[in-house]
């Protein structure tokens, strides 16, 4: 083992593999939590998504231990599933079978990217503002959808004779209900624990405010302890796994003139995949010593694998079509395998420890299946907060900079739609670059997204 992994030569041990890969684990059990609460928004199945969410986690991170064998961790990323629930099937309307198709097809895509030298392309394309936009806009996005499932913010009619949607504002919440004081009370429990620095805060404040939930009437607890450990909350399984092949799914998917929408909507996935976890790989990788500068230069110039960097990509997109096989939203690397790695875990045996972790609460679903909206808003909250880190390498002086990322974010959290937020980012970039008479500086990969986005505009305003 400690030859196939490197433990030793990586500087590591055993102990401390094992213990990053608790310590990672932990810190991210919350998607456990989250990610069936907002899939289920779409009409599929809590117990289902719950079991898919940790077969994508432990199977993608089985992946990136065994192949890449870096001590990174994979779940179903925190905006790409509140992309795929809030956008895709909400506004959009597509059925969440087709919405899982398009995930599919955008980890196909990821693979193909990452071992040609499209990669490259695409990397180079995208500038680093608006790279930094998208990822801090996005933590907006999420935080609000956990202001809003908190109960923290009502909608006010302030029209006469208006319909609500027209003239609605929002308005903070009296907290004179216990929904809204919950949610409060598991925001400042997590919030003081991060600031402790405590590992695991997240999962401790669900925890916490879902026992306290229960005397306040919220959490719906099990009649008895058979019901607790009832296993027939694992059918939905079923029913989210391998559903897309139909109709609806693979088979509707470019019905009813949707062929532009539909590859809009997978680039919006494909694009906020890559740059996510790319950036995950730099910043903590780097800094720690697990790539190196010649795995970044060959996470631009190689074609092959021909570092590990490469197959962490590799591994990476493999699991996102793997996760929509289950039946979840795109599984990514998590920045949250920081934590492992700040224990001292080098090598893919934290990886495989974080991974069984996962697979062991299979049987809890029933218990993790109590925690209410309340308990898990303010996990949305603080991961808004802690993406929003990405604002400060935003260089706001800079207007050809400050004017593409203003309208990425304002755009991407006031219209309730990031593939909407990417596309005025894009837009106005152009713009910019017109009007400083720098069109040369524009990727013609961007330019022609751009042009993909004017053109869906337009049949938007024609079809009303």
Not at 269 to 293: A, M, Y
Not at 316 to 343: H, V
Not at 391 to 415: C, H, N, R, Y
């Amino acid at each position: 083992m400690d030859k196939f992994f490197g433990i030793k030569s990586s500087g590591s041990s055993y102990r401390t593999e094992i213990l990053a890969g608790f310590t990672t684990f932990f810190t991210m059990a919350y998607i456990m939590f989250v990610n069936p609460s907002i899939l289920a928004t779409t009409g599929m199945s809590w117990g289902g998504v719950f079991v898919a969410t940790i077969l994508a986690a432990s199977i993608g991170t089985l992946i990136m231990g065994f192949v890449a064998r870096v001590p990174f961790a994979l779940a179903p990323g925190m905006g790409l599933n509140a992309f795929f629930a809030y956008t895709v099937c909400g506004i959009l309307g597509f059925a969440w079978q087709e919405a899982l198709a398009m995930v599919f097809v955008c980890g196909l895509l990821n693979i193909i990217i990452t071992v040609t030298k499209l990669r490259k392309a695409i990397i180079k394309a995208i500038p680093k503002s608006l790279q930094l936009a998208i990822g801090g806009g996005i933590g907006l996005f999420i935080a609000y959808i956990g202001v809003k499932n908190a109960g923290f913010i009502n909608f006010v009619d302030t029209s006469e004779g208006f319909t609500l949607g027209a003239a609605a504002v929002p308005s903070l919440s009296h907290f004179n209900s216990s929904g809204p004081i919950l949610a409060l009370i598991g925001l400042a429990i997590i919030v003081i624990l991060m600031m402790l620095k405590i590992k695991g805060a997240m999962l401790i404040g669900i925890i916490a405010a879902t026992l306290i939930g229960i005397p306040m009437g919220i959490t719906n607890t099990p009649k008895n302890l058979e019901a607790l450990f009832n296993l027939s909350a694992l059918s939905g399984f079923k029913d989210v796994s391998f559903a897309f092949f139909g109709d609806p799914g693979l088979l509707s998917l470019f019905k009813n003139d949707r062929a532009i929408v539909v590859l809009i909507t997978i680039f919006a996935f494909s694009l906020t995949d890559t740059f996510d976890t790319i950036g995950t790989f730099i910043g903590t990788g780097r800094k720690s010593g697990i790539f190196d500068e010649e795995d970044e230069k060959a996470l631009a110039d190689s074609k092959g694998f021909r570092s590990k960097m490469d197959k962490a990509l590799f591994a990476d997109a493999t699991a996102t079509s793997i996760g929509a096989l289950f039946g979840t939203s795109n599984t990514t690397t998590y920045i949250e395998s920081a934590s492992g790695i700040s224990e001292g875990g080098r090598t893919g045996l934290t990886s495989v420890v974080t991974a069984v972790l996962f697979l062991l609460c299979i049987p809890l679903v029933a218990l993790f299946g109590m925690a209410p909206a309340q308990a898990t808003a303010p996990v949305l909250i603080v991961v808004g907060i802690l993406m929003a880190e990405s604002f400060a390498g935003i260089q706001w002086k800079e207007l050809d900079e400050s004017v593409p990322a203003f309208f990425t974010i304002t755009i991407m959290t006031f219209a309730y739609n990031i593939s909407y937020g990417i596309a005025a980012g894009f837009i106005f970039f152009c713009i910019v670059k017109l009007c400083r008479k720098e069109a040369k500086d524009i990727h013609p990969i961007l330019f022609g997204a751009t042009l993909l986005f004017l053109l869906y505009f337009i049949l938007m305003a024609i079809t009303g």
